[in-house]
């Protein structure tokens, strides 16, 4: 069945790199997003990749793909206080409405 | 600007009471979604609209019910039946890219 797998927390020091991990088991996904959520907001879209693509790159952030692994990360650089909050991965399929949410990571940053 | 609006903020239902849950957006997109945060449990799916006057189920729809009379509004009523509502509800909308959603701000429900 259809599920998108991160842990739930992370903690790292202001400066240094975050890296997000979450696994995904269905293989006809078609794009994976990573959408990020602060306290008592909605989620908002930092970035996607296509699943033809293994690599993307935004400013501080960076997407890596691995498709036979089924893995994606997101790593972001420089990390400040403002990056704290709650990173959900997400995943769909070509032509097909249903996007499926992993249950987020709480990243904490630690002074 | 546009954007999508979700009102109220925070609401307190009642044992026993329907309670409806505003979604507005003026951004002219096709596609809206509800979904139910828990804490935890990330977002679950509760219903979507594709078009105006059309819907359908997600994976928690028992106890809600939606309508899509205006391609706009998209409210959410959260019914008597639904004996667990405590939970943030989130709105979003998108014009078709897959994944690419609009977020509201959320509503917070609690029971009284």
């Known amino acids: 069945g259809e599920d998108v797998e991160q842990s739930l927390f992370l903690s790292v020091r202001e400066g240094d790199s975050s890296v997000i991990n979450c696994t995904y088991t269905d293989s006809s996904s078609t794009y994976l997003y990573w959408y990020k959520q602060e306290p008592g907001a909605g989620l908002q879209l930092l970035t996607y990749i296509f699943s033809n693509m293994d690599m993307k790159q935004d400013q501080r952030l960076t997407v890596l793909l691995n498709k036979k692994d089924k893995h994606l990360s997101l790593r972001i650089a420089d990390t400040q206080t403002g990056d704290s909050a709650i990173y959900f991965c997400?995943?769909?399929?070509?032509?097909?409405?249903?996007?499926?949410f992993g249950k987020g990571t709480r990243l904490h940053i630690l002074p | 600007d546009g954007g999508i609006t979700q009102s109220p903020k925070y609401l307190f239902r009642k044992e026993g009471q329907n309670v409806t849950l505003s979604c507005e957006q003026n951004?002219?997109?096709?596609?809206m979604y509800w979904y139910r945060q828990d804490p935890g449990q990330g977002l679950r799916l509760i219903y979507y609209?594709?078009?105006?006057?059309?819907?359908q189920k997600g994976d928690i729809a028992e106890g809600y019910s939606v309508s899509r009379e205006k391609k706009e509004s998209f409210p959410l009523t959260v019914t008597s039946a639904q004996k667990n509502p405590t939970a943030f509800y989130l709105c979003?909308?998108?014009?078709?890219?897959?994944?690419?959603?609009?977020f509201g701000s959320g509503t917070q429900l609690s029971v009284l």
């Open positions: 609209s594709q078009i105006v006057n059309d819907f």
């Open positions: 951004l002219n997109h096709d596609a």
């Open positions: 979003a909308s998108t014009s078709g890219g897959r994944g690419q959603l609009l």
């Open positions: 997400a995943e769909s399929k070509w032509r097909d409405d249903k996007i499926i």
